[in-house]
């Protein structure tokens, strides 16, 4: 039994980890810009102009 919300959310986070390592759970990317790009990735984020996740990559 899960006693306080820092182990639910720890228990949570483990779950839905080895659904995405087993590929039951696939995450959504929307765009993968460079990192000089990162305020467009900001600017996404605030119109809510993305549907799945904005990764910067280096």
């Known amino acids: 039994m899960l006693h306080n919300k820092q182990e639910a959310v720890a228990e949570g986070l483990r779950h839905l980890l080895e659904l995405i390592g087993s590929g039951q759970v ?8 460079p990192l000089a790009e990162a305020a467009k ?12 996740k904005v990764v910067l990559v280096p």
Do not use: I, S
Request: no cysteine; charged share 30%; net charge neutral.
């Open 26 to 33: 696939k995450p959504v990317v929307h765009e993968r810009l």
């Open 41 to 52: 990735a900001h600017e996404l984020l605030e119109a809510r102009a993305q549907l799945g």
